[in-house]
């Protein structure tokens, strides 16, 4: 038995994910997202109760696949049938659970948005970031962690409906709701859909410092992991608009950079472009530049791009980038 697991665990890893410590046959496991801590469960994976195979899912990024033992007899065209058909029903099934779990955590997030009061400007995260945050952002009490003083981030599908919520407490520590929607889902600055032209990027105030100054729609995608799907969403909305995707410029020693790579890639799918920030050559995002070199700092390159239609220095490139 113990061989099936850790072959069904090596396929999940082969996959790009990290699967749940302990595995049991026939039973539904939750266990994090690729990039995430241990309070995430976006992931899902499931090793049939005979452990000839199995399924697994990040929800997050897509990344996900189905599993089947290794035998020295093989199977017959029947059993593989089977084993599709089991797999095709086991899929309705965890769809249908987790369209119960986004129904609930929408209705949820409304419940929490409309109890929120408080004056968003004059929370310490806002006025540490000294951005305009926009007027879809909430303040007040978040229960899932007990925070009694919590921005609260709506997170918006295609639909126009808020199917999940980031929150931030005063420390900078942030939360997403359990349940929520959040694959393909952002938090938006003005109206999106029909726009000709709309900048996307990871975080809040990395894509208000830029939206301040530039004037676009824009859209939040809260992460890396979000922001292909975002771009497939965003250019469903606008399918003229000229996309320019923010990225988060996060230089590491080993020469990768994932907020680089995660723009090029989101910009690839849906013929956009990389607008990349740079402080002196050191890891930054665009409201590191804001808050460095002010607003000015960032509204002059915008406004030369704008005005010139061509690309004259390092912080705006094409894409794909070589």
């Not at 749940?20 to 090793?47: S, W, Y």
Request: hydrophobic share 40%; net charge neutral; proline share 6%.
């Amino acid at each position: 038995m113990r061989n099936e697991i850790e072959q069904f665990k090596d396929a999940m890893r082969s996959a790009g994910l990290q699967p749940p410590e302990i595995i049991e046959p026939g039973k539904l496991h939750r266990f994090a997202a690729v990039g995430k801590g241990r309070g995430d469960d976006a992931g899902r994976c499931k090793l049939f109760e005979d452990m000839r195979g199995g399924w697994f899912m990040d929800y997050s990024t897509g990344l996900g696949g189905t599993w089947q033992a290794e035998f020295d007899k093989p199977f017959t065209p029947s059993e593989r049938e089977a084993f599709r058909r089991k797999c095709e029903a086991d899929k309705r099934e965890r769809e249908a659970e987790e369209a119960k779990r986004h129904e609930a955590a929408a209705t949820l997030a409304g419940e929490i948005l409309k109890a929120a009061t408080g004056d968003t400007m004059e929370h310490p995260y806002a006025i540490k970031k000294g951005v305009p945050i926009g007027p879809l952002v909430k303040r007040g009490a978040w229960p899932q962690r007990g925070w009694t003083d919590a921005l609260l981030i709506p997170i918006y599908g295609a639909d126009g409906r808020v199917w999940s919520l980031e929150a931030i407490n005063p420390d900078g520590e942030k939360d997403y709701l359990k349940g929520g929607r959040k694959r393909g889902g952002f938090h938006p600055f003005d109206k999106i859909r029909g726009a000709g032209s709309v900048l996307i990027g990871e975080g809040l105030a990395t894509v208000a410092a830029v939206q301040t100054v530039d004037g676009s729609p824009a859209a939040a995608a809260m992460d890396a992991g979000n922001l292909a799907h975002v771009a497939r969403t965003v250019r469903e909305l606008a399918p003229d608009a000229e996309l320019v995707f923010l990225a988060d410029n996060d230089m590491k020693p080993d020469g990768s950079n994932p907020g680089l790579k995660a723009a090029r890639e989101a910009a690839a799918l849906v013929g956009g472009r990389v607008a990349i920030p740079e402080i002196n050559g050191r890891k930054c995002d665009f409201w590191d530049v804001w808050h460095e070199r002010g607003p000015d700092a960032v509204r002059e390159r915008f406004i030369s791009w704008n005005r010139t239609g061509r690309f004259l220095s390092s912080l705006w490139m094409n894409c794909p980038i070589a």
